[in-house]
């Protein structure tokens, strides 16, 4: 450390990273003033950082960043072939809109299913908007109720998708496999928030009615038919993806996977719409390009974490807190480390995990903490942070909804916080 200060001056870059994290700068930025002001404080050399960079390419955080980039990717594929859009009319069609709860249910299922697809929250929301609004619309369905479908129901796309960045992280950091982390972790905090959200639409809803409601309006036709080459598309990109899911489960695959399974549905499911390989590849890059900015962040989050890590400050912060958890008691354990990521930890949520990780790995080791219950913790830590205040996915899923409501949404983020914390207290019990 510079000057020999203690190991604990290493966590300031991270907490005024979690401060700028809330306000309105370039998380790029971000990243890089405190990647460089922790290089000074552990007497990093400066220049010297060409190396770190190169070197951090090739790490687990850029793994992550590059399947966001890839998600992005196939999300303009299938929006381009029509696959995206018959998805949401077939499952709106199937379930059904003809009452306030039934078009609650359609869009969530949507949202979820098409969120879990892609790993991605504003891209899927983005592409299932102008379709959805519409057809809820008719029925009476107003802007604040389906901001909160958007966000409750989206988001739990990410808890359960087979590559979306959040599962990979976590079933990297945790040494899971898919249905070991779905059972343990995923399925439980998904059910947890679908039915919170599900609640608090229709509450919600039959408090915004006659207050909020949508105007111009275009009229779509659910019973639209798709042309043939979407159709088709449609039946390749499922066929597929869970033929790939399928084996990736079966020879118990990596992270590294989903680079694989993005690429080869995307190629598929072009070549099923009849798209040349040249438009193929020119909407896969025009489609990554909107997430190059998350994937330059990991990039870059990837030495800012481990010289925090070398200097030794995530020990001297466990050696502080051992007091608290010294009792071995592994239901303290819990609620504080949940509560750490939730409240404590800003910034995207893969990154949350990573931190949460190295700060809390030993404790979980020396309590004898399950490796479900951790990655539970760590899905809600780095997860529901975005429901306990108003930022920037919050804020994203209303613009997509329409909706000027803050208030209701402060209100069911709240609620799916506490729950959310309820189910660690239970899940905790049981080792």
Same mark, same amino acid.
């Given at each position: 450390?510079?000057?020999?200060?203690?190991?604990?001056?290493?966590?300031?870059?991270?907490?005024?990273?979690?401060?700028?994290?809330?306000?309105?700068?370039?998380?790029?930025?971000?990243?890089?003033?405190?990647?460089?002001?922790?290089?000074?404080?552990?007497?990093?050399?400066?220049?010297?950082?060409?190396?770190?960079?190169?070197?951090?390419?090739?790490?687990?955080?850029?793994?992550?960043?590059?399947?966001?980039?890839?998600?992005?990717?196939?999300?303009?594929?299938?929006?381009?072939?029509?696959?995206?859009?018959?998805?949401?009319?077939?499952?709106?069609?199937?379930i059904g809109i003809n009452t306030e709860k039934k078009a609650i249910l359609s869009s969530m299922v949507t949202s979820m299913v098409l969120t879990a697809l892609l790993g991605t929250l504003a891209g899927a929301n983005a592409i299932i908007a102008p379709i959805?609004?519409?057809?809820?619309?008719?029925?009476?369905?107003?802007?604040?109720?389906?901001?909160?479908?958007?966000?409750?129901?989206?988001?739990?796309?990410?808890?359960?998708?087979?590559?979306?960045?959040?599962?990979?992280?976590?079933?990297?950091?945790?040494?899971?496999?898919?249905? %070991?982390?779905?059972?343990?972790?995923?399925?439980?905090?998904?059910?947890?928030?679908?039915?919170?959200?599900?609640?608090?639409? /229709?509450?919600? %809803?039959? @408090?915004?009615?006659?207050?909020?409601?949508? @105007?111009?309006?275009?009229?779509?036709?659910?019973?639209?038919?798709?042309?043939?080459?979407?159709?088709?598309?449609?039946?390749?990109?499922?066929?597929?993806?869970?033929?790939?899911?399928?084996?990736?489960?079966?020879?118990?695959?990596?992270?590294?996977?989903?680079?694989?399974?993005?690429?080869?549905?995307?190629?598929?499911?072009?070549?099923?719409?009849?798209?040349?390989?040249?438009?193929?590849?020119?909407?896969?890059?025009?489609?990554?390009?909107?997430?190059?900015?998350?994937?330059?962040?990991?990039?870059?989050?990837?030495?800012?974490?481990?010289?925090?890590?070398?200097?030794?400050?995530?020990?001297?912060?466990?050696?502080?807190?051992?007091?608290?958890?010294?009792?071995? /008691?592994?239901?303290?354990?819990?609620?504080?480390?949940?509560?750490?990521?939730?409240?404590?930890?800003?910034?995207?949520?893969?990154?949350?995990?990573?931190?949460?990780?190295?700060?809390?790995?030993g404790f979980v080791q020396d309590l004898g903490i399950s490796t479900t219950l951790w990655a539970m913790i760590i899905l809600i830590g780095s997860q529901i942070t975005s429901f306990a205040y108003p930022e920037a996915d919050m804020l994203g899923q209303m613009?997509?909804?329409?909706?000027?409501?803050?208030? /209701?949404?402060?209100?069911?983020?709240?609620?799916?916080?506490?729950?959310?914390?309820?189910?660690?207290?239970?899940?905790?019990?049981?080792?």
């Open positions: 450390m510079l000057f020999g200060i203690s190991p604990l001056f290493a966590l300031l870059p991270l907490i005024l990273y979690i401060v700028l994290a809330f306000k309105d700068i370039n998380p790029i930025l971000n990243v890089l003033l405190c990647v460089i002001i922790t290089a000074i404080l552990t007497n990093k050399p400066l220049l010297g950082m060409g190396a770190v960079i190169a070197e951090s390419l090739g790490s687990f955080l850029s793994l992550i960043g590059f399947i966001i980039l890839l998600g992005s990717a196939l999300g303009a594929i299938l929006k381009k072939t029509g696959v995206a859009e018959n998805i949401v009319r077939g499952v709106m069609k199937k959805v609004i519409p057809l809820v619309a008719a029925i009476g369905i107003t802007p604040s109720a389906l901001a909160v479908v958007f966000m409750g129901a989206g988001l739990t796309g990410l808890f359960i998708g087979p590559f979306s960045p959040q599962v990979v992280t976590i079933m990297g950091l945790t040494g899971l496999s898919y249905g %070991q982390y779905l059972v343990g972790a995923g399925l439980p905090v998904t059910v947890v928030c679908l039915v919170t959200t599900y609640i608090m639409a /229709n509450r919600i %809803q039959g @408090e915004t009615k006659g207050v909020y409601a949508y @105007e111009n309006v275009e009229n779509i036709d659910v019973d639209k038919k798709s042309t043939q080459e979407a159709t088709r598309a449609t039946y390749a990109f499922l066929i597929s993806l869970t033929l790939l899911i399928i084996y990736g489960i079966y020879v118990k695959s990596g992270a590294s996977y989903a680079v694989v399974v993005m690429f080869t549905a995307a190629i598929v499911t072009g070549i099923a719409a009849k798209l040349s390989l040249n438009d193929i590849f020119d909407t896969l890059v025009q489609g990554a390009s909107r997430m190059m900015w998350l994937f330059i962040m990991f990039v870059l989050f990837n030495p800012f974490i481990t010289f925090i890590e070398e200097s030794g400050a995530f020990k001297a912060l466990v050696d502080i807190l051992e007091p608290l958890l010294a009792s071995g /008691n592994k239901i303290v354990f819990s609620l504080v480390s949940t509560l750490t990521g939730i409240f404590g930890i800003g910034g995207a949520a893969v990154a949350q995990s990573v931190v949460m990780d190295k700060m809390f790995k613009g997509l909804a329409r909706s000027k409501d803050l208030k /209701n949404m402060v209100k069911f983020g709240v609620v799916v916080v506490i729950v959310n914390v309820l189910l660690v207290f239970v899940r905790s019990f049981f080792g």
